[in-house]
């Protein structure tokens, strides 16, 4: 079983503005005045603004988040299993894909002071409901990103433009010691558009596999919406009709047991 938080897609985003010793990994611009010089080009001291007048934009967001295994050798290959993120200001909801296979929904939504889990399996017919204390680290995403501006001199460094789905990008690479009591072996790599200032896509590397020593996996969140058209009953949870109130791993051992 991988370790993994169901949701920390967002927490990472804001981490990667670099720089280092009081030196900015980022060259000036030959071109002044060109869009060469633009946010990411600016003095440290002023980076925090256009992320943060960026997010502040942000009612809602969905993205893909897929597990990437690496073995001893350095080998990578991506698991089956993949999940299509959904984020409001207070709940949040992932559809779980076993390759083109709809298996799972679960709904994390308020409840009083607390936050309700949802989930029900298509392929076990079966729902389960479970109550997290306080809200669970997830009342408001973007809250939760402008708290790692606080962090804009940890990261490591600058891993160069690209363009990412048609988006030109800038991305920034941090090890997860920076943030918190991780492994340095841990480390987060983050691109974000240069024209809108937000994440395109996010590597949360180096995560150890439970009960294999030898593998490590990455978790990669891409296809980003930020401006998401989705129906109003996005994140309210629904049971289909005669699916039955069971975790699915009690399911499987009814199923499994020998007939009497």
């Not at 350095?74 to 909801?93: C, E, K, M, P, Q």
């Not at 920034?172 to 841990?186: L, M, Q, R, V």
């Not at 994140?235 to 007939?259: K, M, T, V, W, Y």
Request: aromatic share 12%; charged share 25%; hydrophobic share 35%.
């Amino acid at each position: 079983m991988l370790q993994h938080n169901p949701m920390r897609w967002l927490s990472a985003a804001v981490v990667v503005l670099v720089v280092l010793g009081g030196l900015s990994f980022f060259p000036r611009s030959s071109k002044p005045g060109s869009k060469e010089t633009d946010w990411w080009l600016a003095p440290p001291s002023a980076w925090a603004a256009p992320i943060n007048a960026a997010l502040a934009t942000i009612k809602g967001a969905t993205c893909r988040e897929q597990t990437q295994i690496v073995d001893a050798d350095g080998s990578a290959h991506l698991s089956s299993t993949w999940h299509r993120f959904y984020v409001s200001r207070d709940s949040y909801r992932r559809d779980i894909y076993d390759g083109d296979f709809f298996r799972e929904i679960q709904w994390y939504t308020p409840d009083g002071g607390d936050m309700l889990q949802t989930s029900v399996r298509f392929d076990t017919k079966s729902y389960t409901v479970l109550r997290h204390g306080g809200r669970f680290g997830e009342e408001d995403p973007v809250e939760r990103i402008r708290f790692y501006v606080a962090l804009l001199d940890k990261a490591g460094r600058q891993l160069g433009r690209t363009a990412i789905d048609g988006h030109e990008c800038v991305g920034f690479e941090i090890h997860a010691s920076k943030y918190g009591s991780n492994p340095d072996t841990w480390i987060d790599r983050i691109w974000f558009d240069v024209r809108t200032r937000l994440p395109i896509r996010i590597e949360r590397a180096g995560r150890p596999v439970t009960g294999d020593t030898t593998r490590t996996f990455a978790s990669i969140q891409d296809q980003f919406d930020y401006s998401p058209v989705l129906p109003e009953d996005t994140f309210a949870p629904s049971i289909p009709s005669g699916f039955i109130n069971a975790h699915p791993d009690e399911l499987r051992r009814l199923q499994s047991a020998p007939s009497r």
